[in-house]
C-alpha cells in the first residue's frame, strides 16, 4: 500500500470516538518498534518527522525507511511533516513525498499565521497533500525553541472559525494544557486539560478534526528505570493517560507523542547496559530499545487512543 493522507483516518477516528497516533521517528529501532505495534493491532498510523529528525536522519534514510515499513507491514501510514516552521521547509517535504504536513505559525500574530498558513495549503493541495496548522502556544521544548509557560497561551474558540476558513486546513492542533517535553507540570501542580475550550472549538467546526501535540504522559515506570540506572529526571511528569483518552473520545483526532517514546527507550538501554557492562554490539542494546517502543506504542494504541483494529487492510 503507498502512503495515505490523514482525510479517511480523520473522518473515521471523528466518527469513531478515537484517536491515530502521531509517533515521531529519527532512526530505523524507532521506525520498527513504533510500526510492529501498530500491525500487531491494525492500528492506523501517523509517522511524523520533525526538523531535527531531517536534520539527523536525512530526508532520503527517513523516506526509505518509511517505505521498508509500508512494504512489511502493508499498513495505512501517513508520514508528516512535524512543526513545519516555514513554507520552504514544508515544501521540501511536499516534494519529497510527504502526505500530511504541518506548518506551524501558533508563534505569529493572528494574520501572520494565515497567510503563511494559506500559502502552504495552496501549495500542498494542489499536490493531494493536507495541512495541519496551529492556533495557541504550548509551553515546553520544541526542537530548539523554548517556550516558556508564561509565553504559552490558551487557543481562543472565537478565532478557530476564521482560521480554519481563511487558511483551508485539513486539521488544527489547538492548546488546551498539555506541553512539549518531559517537565509538563511544576512538581505539587494538578494536571488539567482546558475539556470546556476543546467542547467549545468542537461546538465551532462540526466534525473538523483536532489535533493535541505535547501528549506524553511521561510514564512513571521509566523514569523510574532511567532515574536507577544513572539518569538524572526528578520532577518528569506528563498528562494523565484518562485526560487524553477522554480527549480522544470527543474531537481530537491525531495525537502526538514522542517523549514517552524517547524515555522508555533511553530506559531500555540505560538498563541493558548497567545488567551487561561487558556488552559492546550495539544490536545487544538496541534490541530490547525497539521492543520499549514497541510496548509503549502498544499500550498508547490500546488504553489512551482506542485505534486498534482500524485500520483498513
Ligand atoms: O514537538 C517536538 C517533537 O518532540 C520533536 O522533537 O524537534 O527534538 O525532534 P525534535
Ligand atoms: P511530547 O513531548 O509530549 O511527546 O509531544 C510530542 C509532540 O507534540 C510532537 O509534535
Ligand atoms: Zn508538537
Same mark, same amino acid.
Given at each position: ?6 482525510? !479517511? ?9 478515537y ?9 530505523m529501532e524507532?521506525v ?5 505495534a ?6 492506523p498510523l ?11 536522519a536525512?530526508?532520503?534514510y527517513?523516506m ?21 516552521n516555514?513554507?520552504?521547509?514544508? !515544501? ?6 510527504? @502526505? ?5 505559525g ?5 494574520e501572520?499565521?494565515?497567510?503563511l498558513t ?42 478557530v472559525?476564521?482560521?480554519v476558513?481563511r487558511t483551508?486546513?485539513?486539521s ?30 468542537g ?7 483536532i489535533?493535541l501535540?505535547?501528549?506524553?504522559s ?15 529526571m ?11 483518552? !477522554?480527549a ?5 483526532? !491525531?495525537?502526538?507523542?514522542d ?6 527507550? @533511553? ?28 510496548e509503549?506504542?502498544?499500550h ?6 482506542g485505534?486498534?483494529?482500524k485500520?483498513?487492510?
Amino acid at each position: 500500500m503507498p502512503l495515505v493522507t490523514t482525510t !479517511k483516518m480523520f473522518k473515521d477516528a471523528y466518527a469513531g470516538g478515537y484517536a491515530i497516533g502521531a509517533f515521531n521517528v529519527n532512526n530505523m529501532e524507532i521506525v520498527q518498534g513504533i510500526t510492529e505495534a501498530a500491525a500487531q493491532t491494525r492500528a492506523p498510523l501517523i509517522l511524523q518527522v520533525s526538523a531535527g529528525a531531517r536534520k539527523y536522519a536525512k530526508h532520503a534514510y527517513l523516506m526509505k525507511l518509511v517505505e521498508a515499513a509500508l512494504e512489511d507491514t502493508g499498513l495505512p501510514i501517513a508520514l508528516h511533516l512535524d512543526h513545519g516552521n516555514s513554507f520552504e521547509l514544508c !515544501k521540501s517535504c511536499i516534494d519529497g513525498g510527504f @502526505t500530511s504536513v504541518m506548518i506551524d505559525g501558533s508563534h505569529l500574530p493572528f494574520e501572520e499565521n494565515i497567510a503563511l498558513t494559506r500559502q502552504v495549503v495552496e501549495y500542498a493541495h494542489d499536490k493531494g497533500v493536507v495541512v495541519e496548522g496551529e492556533l495557541g502556544r504550548l509551553a515546553g521544548i520544541e526542537d530548539d525553541i523554548n517556550v516558556s509557560a508564561e509565553d504559552s497561551s490558551y487557543t481562543n474558540p472565537d478565532e478557530v472559525e476564521e482560521f480554519v476558513s481563511r487558511t483551508g486546513v485539513d486539521s488544527l492542533a489547538i492548546a488546551i494544557g498539555t506541553s512539549h517535553g518531559a517537565y509538563k507540570f511544576k512538581p505539587g501542580q494538578k494536571p488539567q486539560l482546558r475539556f470546556d475550550i476543546l467542547e467549545e472549538v468542537g461546538r465551532r467546526l462540526p466534525g473538523f478534526p483536532i489535533v493535541l501535540h505535547g501528549a506524553s504522559s511521561v510514564m512513571p515506570e521509566y523514569v523510574e528505570v532511567v532515574n536507577r540506572y544513572g539518569g538524572n529526571m526528578p520532577g518528569a511528569v506528563g498528562m494523565p493517560e484518562e485526560m487524553l483518552r !477522554k480527549a480522544a473520545s470527543m474531537a481530537v483526532c !491525531k495525537i502526538n507523542i514522542d517523549s514517552d517514546l524517547r524515555l522508555a527507550m @533511553t530506559a531500555a538501554v540505560r538498563r541493558h547496559l548497567a545488567e551487561n557492562p561487558e556488552h559492546f554490539d550495539p544490536r545487544q542494546y538496541l534490541t530490547p530499545a525497539r521492543d520499549a517502543i514497541r510496548e509503549v506504542v502498544t499500550h498508547k494504541i490500546n488504553h489512551v487512543l482506542g485505534c486498534a483494529g482500524k485500520a483498513d487492510l
